[in-house]
T-cell receptor, first 112, second 109 residues
Framework: NAGVTQTPKFQVLKTGQSMTLQCAQDMNHEYMSWYRQDPGMGLRLIHYSVGAGITDQGEVPNGYNVSRSTTEDFPLRLLSAAPSQTSVYFC???????????FGPGTRLLVL | EDQVTQSPEALRLQEGESSSLNCSYTVSGLRGLFWYRQDPGKGPEFLFTLYSAGEEKEKERLKATLTKKESFLHITAPKPEDSATYLCAVQATGQNFVFGPGTRLSVLP
């Protein structure tokens, strides 16, 4: 089991560019989520999904888009990158929304 | 609104010097409290889940306890490899996780 995988590990963008952060899990988990981590602020929920075809907004969804076409994959799209989106992004998954979440290794994003 | 605070923000210990980290929370209908360890440049790694007041969990030098308003992560005789950021998260029934800001622990040899 690879667990939760994320690509890329590091990315530099210019303001206004778009990109997709990839997340995949091989544990057949129904629940998947995206967080951003900023110094002193802890992990904040961006979007989540309770199953294929179902997504919902978390605490800080503006500027991000998600889709869940399969159980395994949950990509996060930045529509028009802004410097405020400079952060470390983590994807997580769990069997259900009520259970322990397991995290990927993260994607470090720098927006210039 | 569910809230989680952690103290101290940073803690420096000598090897073998035991101490405790605190996680205080306000949540309606606690479903579970989770402790994670995060090493620099890595994703959070799951340590414990606690479900009800009075519950305790242990793993090597770590012991987590839970009351109705807070949780403690006790570290007994820490080693340098215990250096990491420790994150606490709470979950109310049917709700998403809410994470605290973490405690950065340094254990000096």
């Amino acid at each position: 089991n690879a667990g939760v995988t994320q690509t890329p590990k590091f990315q530099v963008l210019k303001t206004g560019q778009s990109m997709t952060l990839q997340c995949a899990q091989d544990m057949n988990h129904e629940y998947m989520s995206w967080y951003r981590q900023d110094p002193g602020m802890g992990l904040r929920l961006i979007h989540y999904s309770v199953g294929a075809g179902i997504t919902d907004q978390g605490e800080v969804p503006n500027g991000y888009n998600v889709s869940r076409s399969t159980t395994e994959d949950f990509p996060l799209r930045l529509l028009s990158a802004a410097p405020s989106q400079t952060s470390v992004y983590f994807c997580a998954s769990s069997r259900t929304v009520q259970e322990t979440q397991y995290f990927g290794p993260g994607t470090r994003l720098l927006v210039l | 609104e569910d809230q989680v605070t952690q103290s101290p923000e940073a803690l420096r210990l000598q090897e073998g010097e035991s101490s405790s980290l605190n996680c205080s929370y306000t949540v309606s209908g606690l479903r579970g409290l989770f402790w994670y360890r995060q090493d620099p440049g890595k994703g959070p790694e799951f340590l414990f889940t606690l479900y009800s007041a009075g519950e305790e969990k242990e793993k090597e030098r770590l012991k987590a306890t839970l009351t109705k308003k807070e949780s403690f992560l006790h570290i007994t005789a820490p080693k340098p490899e215990d250096s990491a950021t420790y994150l606490c998260a709470v979950q109310a029934t049917g709700q998403n996780f809410v994470f605290g800001p973490g405690t950065r622990l340094s254990v000096l040899p």
